[in-house]
T-cell receptor
Framework: EDQVTQSPEALRLQEGESSSLNCSYTVSGLRGLFWYRQDPGKGPEFLFTLYSAGEEKEKERLKATLTKKESFLHITAPKPEDSATYLCARGTARQLTFGSGTQLTVLP | EAQVTQNPRYLITVTGKKLTVTCSQNMNHEYMSWYRQDPGLGLRQIYYSMNVEVTDKGDVPEGYKVSRKEKRNFPLILESPSPNQTSLYFC??????????FGSGTRLTVV
């Protein structure tokens, strides 16, 4: 069974201070790696899917990368509206295993 | 607008009183799934469905039932709710190779 670990649990950044969130997993093989954003009281919002080591995807200030055993979500020059919990998950549409999330706070 | 609609958003009920949380999607997705989210435990899958009349257990299925009689609907049934089923529930739908679209959630309290 895949285990998904996210770090750090919480991260506070100043506006414009770039950083990275980490997601590591235990089971290799043909499964997707998914990143979601979740705002308080709302459902997770899909950001990216990665399948192959070396793959990268970008959306505005976010870039997700994938290696054989971990994924990074890079946040460049974040703004306060980027504050949220970022979840990663691994698996297929049949079954996704989620990490516990990184709570990101971006201070103005 | 493409979306997953759950109802109700909030529900307070008493132990043992059967309830149903409805879920509907308008994207013609084959896959649908129910998750519960609890502090410190994250999102855990309850049941999933790969298509009409095809359902299977996730990680925490005890105390729950589902049905998939139509492609768009995937209700979650609690036959005899207990306080340990107090949680935030999410329905989601998707296709095999892409991410799930999640509903807005149902906050259930069982007293």
């Amino acid at each position: 069974e895949d285990q998904v670990t996210q770090s750090p649990e919480a991260l506070r950044l100043q506006e414009g201070e770039s950083s990275s969130l980490n997601c590591s997993y235990t089971v290799s093989g043909l499964r997707g790696l998914f990143w979601y954003r979740q705002d308080p009281g709302k459902g997770p919002e899909f950001l990216f899917t990665l399948y192959s080591a070396g793959e990268e995807k970008e959306k505005e200030r976010l870039k997700a990368t994938l290696t054989k055993k971990e994924s990074f979500l890079h946040i460049t020059a974040p703004k306060p509206e980027d504050s949220a919990t970022y979840l990663c998950a691994r698996g297929t549409a049949r079954q996704l295993t989620f990490g516990s999330g990184t709570q990101l706070t971006v201070l103005p | 607008e493409a979306q997953v609609t759950q109802n109700p958003r909030y529900l307070i009920t008493v132990t043992g009183k059967k309830l149903t949380v409805t879920c509907s999607q308008n994207m013609n997705h084959e896959y649908m799934s129910w998750y519960r989210q609890d502090p410190g435990l994250g999102l855990r899958q309850i049941y999933y469905s790969m298509n009409v009349e095809v359902t299977d257990k996730g990680d925490v299925p005890e105390g729950y039932k589902v049905s998939r009689k139509e492609k768009r609907n995937f209700p979650l049934i609690l036959e005899s709710p207990s306080p340990n089923q107090t949680s935030l529930y999410f329905c989601a739908s998707g296709v095999r190779t892409a991410g799930y679209t999640f509903g807005s959630g149902t906050r259930l309290t069982v007293v």
